[in-house]
């Protein structure tokens, strides 16, 4: 075979679901998901050094993340943890051969799992 | 020494199995298709590997070239072939009229057949008509039409021969009398106009052989283009060929090949050479006479309909009483023309022995002593095949 | 009584090193027939440059796998029908993630090689084919196996799309239907490139026009590696 040159400017297209069915949609849910719980991973630490800044700044940071717009970052989060983790436990069984031709039900059990979960989470989190 | 150049009109069957014949005997073949391989009537085949029963009674010639060349076919390119074999089957008294002139004519033909009975016949196929009266197996077979025609172009590119394809001929080269020198053609990938010099042209264009041969001169070529519709269906009700025991006539193959099965055909004239419609009457047509053979195809779903047309011969006769033998032509003989001869007619299964008879045609005028080896060398894989070197590709 | 639509065909224009363009062509179609007549009748009455793949016309040679309003279609099996609506496009372009040749045909010559080398059977028993490898039957009746090696599965993969080393799911689909892992095949399919560069997209499966469903081979597939490489660590044969 000849060479392959990798096609990286490619990839953008990865997250155009249009013309795409189920299995796809999962494929971009997990990848934008994945990329999200990334950069909150970053937000995270920076969070975590500002424990080692002292008391003050510890406080004011958090008299700022009970700001509704940071409870509802952090409702993303939580989304997007269900998200890519009931659907990782997807990918991880079917991509070893188990229950692969039911990938589209069992995507749509575990989502709903999730959107249910979400909905309890932002219930309690908003109503407090 | 350099070899002798030879230029092939056409990569149908005719076309690819030319290629590989001269290719093998020591010539450099270079073939032009102005399309991709057998988009022509060679693609649109439903795929029957003949066992020539269907000719045994009126047209032996063709009948015994077909059993002959089935059984070479299964034995050098099996992996294109479903070889379940096929069943002759009687619905009705009109169908039993058929029997006697039919047993004969296989007989004649040695084309070894089997008489079954209703139940043996179910037991095999058993969706079909339940009130069968008779059948009869034969050594039919399905063939995948693209990769037959890989197969010999794969075996053609081993020795030498190259594949320009989406390339039209656009007109002969001629020497100072008329005869053919070389080709000028389109390279429609690039809009370019190429030119190739050789010993020998060989038109090899099926229905449009006669649009070719005209090219060189004022040549008439006796082909009538004959198209017939099929009709796919999505379901594979049976696992053999199934014709219906009778004259030939319009919907009287079942033809199986992977999950689905193909009705066939009707036979009309058609002027346009580039394009026939799909006729709702015909198709209907195909539904009626299939669901006689197999009364389930009612319940289900069309899957394709298509057109072909056949190069059938002009012998002055109408419709399927032509004959589906072959004609070699060399138009030195017939129109004074040298350098040009041309193929036409013929049956797919006899792709091989077309090849041949040209092959021996060809090499006697280049004064080349050379046999024809392709009934005994393997086909090689069909996914070998390859395009013309020298084709850039965006 | 058949109907008449008006569609307008947009087809894909690349000739040579020429920068590509969409012609029109507005056509009136029954909308029962296959967008593969359609095309081929622009050829034959207004177009004679244009370019296109096809053989066989009931899917079984694989040759006239387009995309088709976006999304990846063997257009002779493709009803008008299904694709728009009267008075409506059909967008027509080659398939993603091959070579192009000119306008609609792409070049499958490297895909046909791989499908050799990882061994997929041409021609199987009924029973091997049907049962997609649980089963091999004493039958002696055999067919042509399903996949058509239209490329379809292979323009809809997003893994395809982005590397042309990755085999691609026709080919991996095509080493889980030989069943023969043999060192050559397992050193094509159990490597970065092979099995494990899927990332369950599901795609292949969707489009493919011939009951192949390459998804669940892949899996099936990785589940046979996985199986051997543990029954290998021990020592079990």
């Given at each position: ?128 | ?11 149908g069957f005719t076309?690819v199995a ?24 060679s ?26 060349e089935?059984?070479?076919l ?74 037959l025609a890989?197969?010999f ?193 013929g049956k797919a299964t006899t792709m091989r022995l077309m090849a ?39 | ?237």
């Open positions: 075979m000849a060479e392959h040159p990798q096609k990286p400017a490619n990839l953008i297209k990865w997250f155009d679901p249009r013309n795409k069915s189920l299995g796809s949609w999962a494929f971009i849910l997990n990848r934008i998901t994945g990329l999200g719980l990334t950069l909150y991973l970053f937000l995270h630490l920076i969070m975590l050094g500002q424990l080692a800044r002292g008391p003050e700044a510890y406080d004011g940071f958090i008299a700022l993340v009970k700001h509704p717009i940071f409870l509802a970052g952090e409702l993303l989060v939580v989304a997007a943890a269900f998200i890519h983790g009931l659907n990782g436990i997807r990918i991880g069984i079917t991509s070893f051969g188990i229950a692969a031709s039911k990938q589209k039900q069992i995507f749509i059990g575990l989502m709903t799992v999730a959107t249910i979960a979400i909905i309890y989470f932002a219930i309690r989190m908003f109503t407090h | 020494m350099d070899k002798p150049q030879a230029i092939v009109i056409g990569a076309g030319v290629a590989y014949d001269l290719a093998q005997r020591g010539l450099k073949v270079n073939v032009l298709e102005r399309g991709p391989l057998v988009n022509g009537t693609g649109r085949t439903h795929g029957l590997l003949h066992s020539g029963a269907r000719y045994a009674v009126d047209d032996q010639e063709s009948a015994i070239e077909c059993i002959d089935n059984l070479i299964r034995k050098i390119i099996p992996q294109v072939i479903e070889p379940n074999g096929g069943l002759f089957v009687a619905l009705n008294e009109s169908d039993m009229a058929y029997r006697e002139a039919f047993i004969q004519g296989c007989e004649d033909c040695h084309i070894s057949i089997e008489e079954l009975t209703p139940r043996q016949t179910l037991a095999l196929e058993p969706n079909l008509n339940p009130k069968l009266i008779t059948a009869f197996k034969v050594p039919d077979g399905t063939f995948d039409p693209l990769r890989m197969g172009a794969a075996s053609a590119n081993a020795y030498g021969a190259e594949f320009h394809l989406f390339c039209e001929l656009q007109d002969f080269i001629l020497d100072g009398m008329g005869n053919v020198k070389g080709v000028q053609y389109l390279d429609r990938s690039s809009n370019q106009i190429k030119e190739i010099h050789a010993d020998i042209v060989i038109n090899a264009a099926g229905v449009w052989a006669g649009e070719v041969a005209g090219l060189a001169g004022n040549i008439d070529l006796p082909i009538k283009p004959t198209p017939g519709v099929m009709v796919a269906y999505d379901q594979r009700l049976c696992q053999r060929v199934i014709n219906r025991l009778n004259e030939p006539g319009d919907g009287d193959i079942i033809v199986p090949q992977r999950q689905m099965i193909t009705v066939g055909t009707t036979s009309f004239e058609a002027d346009n050479l580039d394009y026939i419609p799909v006729f709702d009457d015909q198709v209907q047509l195909m539904f009626e006479r299939g669901c006689e053979l197999i009364p389930a195809i009612r319940y289900t779903k069309e899957r394709g309909a298509f057109m072909a047309s056949r190069p059938l011969l002009d012998s002055g006769t109408k419709g399927r009483s032509l004959t589906r033998t072959f004609k070699c032509i060399d138009h030195k003989e017939s129109d004074n023309v040298d350098g040009l001869v041309t193929i036409t007619g041949e008879k040209t092959a021996d045609l060809v090499c006697q005028k280049l004064g080349m002593h050379v046999s024809c080896q392709t009934a005994e060398i393997p086909i090689l894989s069909y996914r070998k095949f390859h395009l013309a070197q020298n084709r850039e590709v965006a | 009584m058949t109907q008449t639509w008006h569609v307008t065909y947009e087809i894909f224009r690349k000739k040579g090193d020429q920068p590509s363009h969409f012609d029109r062509f507005e056509m009136e179609v029954d909308p029962d027939e296959y967008v593969l007549d359609g095309i081929e009748r622009i050829w034959a009455f207004h177009d004679r440059s244009l370019v296109f793949s096809h053989a066989c016309h009931h899917s079984t040679c694989g040759a006239c796998g387009m995309l088709v309003n976006g999304v990846e279609k063997l257009t002779c099996i493709t009803s008008i029908r299904s694709v728009t609506k009267d008075g409506g496009v059909i967008r027509v372009q080659p398939m993603r993630n091959f070579p192009v040749i000119s306008d609609l045909s792409v070049d499958m010559t490297d895909f046909y090689q791989r499908m050799e080398s990882v061994g997929h059977q041409p021609v199987v028993t009924i029973g091997y084919e049907d049962s997609k490898g649980k089963f091999n039957t004493e039958d002696d009746l055999l067919r042509l196996s399903d996949c058509i090696e239209c490329g379809l599965c292979i323009s809809a993969c997003p893994i395809a799309m982005t590397t042309p080393a990755y085999l691609g799911p026709a080919v991996l689909a095509g080493a889980q239907q030989s069943g023969d892992l043999n060192p050559c095949v397992l050193e094509l399919v159990d490597s970065e490139n092979g099995a494990w560069r899927c990332h369950s997209a599901y795609e292949c499966t969707e489009v493919c026009p011939s009951n192949v469903d390459p998804a669940w081979r892949i899996m099936d597939l990785r589940k046979k590696l996985v199986s051997r490489r543990i029954k290998k660590f021990f020592g079990i044969k």
